[in-house]
């Protein structure tokens, strides 16, 4: 069983940014890929970013890409979102996901039925 809390979530204007972090319990965090992911009220969960067990390779929705950065420390147990240039449309519910078996394609990082474990949540607001 894996526990994931997410933390780091709050309230700030358009621009700001915010660092989001989620925390797993157990101790093969470093083979798990993690990703993150958000649901926005009345919307799908979508994809935002994910990264591979080593760190070594990470992915992005085309609506983050070059605002958020996804990150791991293992010794941790821990991986981040760090936002940058918050838009409004960013205000979401944020979730970060654990897969225990390494993906065997990239594309697979992209859909929650990858992953196998799941955190509470953590909201985000942006006011304009």
């Known amino acids: 069983q894996v526990q994931l809390v997410e933390s780091g979530g709050g309230l700030v204007q358009a621009g700001g940014s915010l660092r989001l972090s989620c925390a797993a319990s157990g101790r093969t965090f470093s083979t798990y890929d993690m990703g993150w992911f958000r649901q926005a009220p009345g919307k799908e969960r979508e994809f935002v970013a994910a990264i591979s067990w080593r760190g070594g390779s990470t992915y992005y929705a085309d609506s983050v890409k070059g605002r958020f950065t996804i990150s791991r420390d293992n010794a941790k147990n821990t991986v981040y979102l760090q936002m940058n240039s918050l838009k409004p449309e960013d205000t979401a519910v944020y979730y970060c996901?654990?897969?225990?078996?390494?993906?065997?394609?990239?594309?697979?990082?992209?859909?929650?039925?990858?992953?196998?474990?799941w955190g509470q949540g953590t909201q985000v607001t942006i006011s304009s």
């Open positions: 996901a654990a897969a225990l078996r390494h993906m065997s394609y990239s594309e697979s990082y992209y859909y929650g039925l990858s992953y196998d474990y």
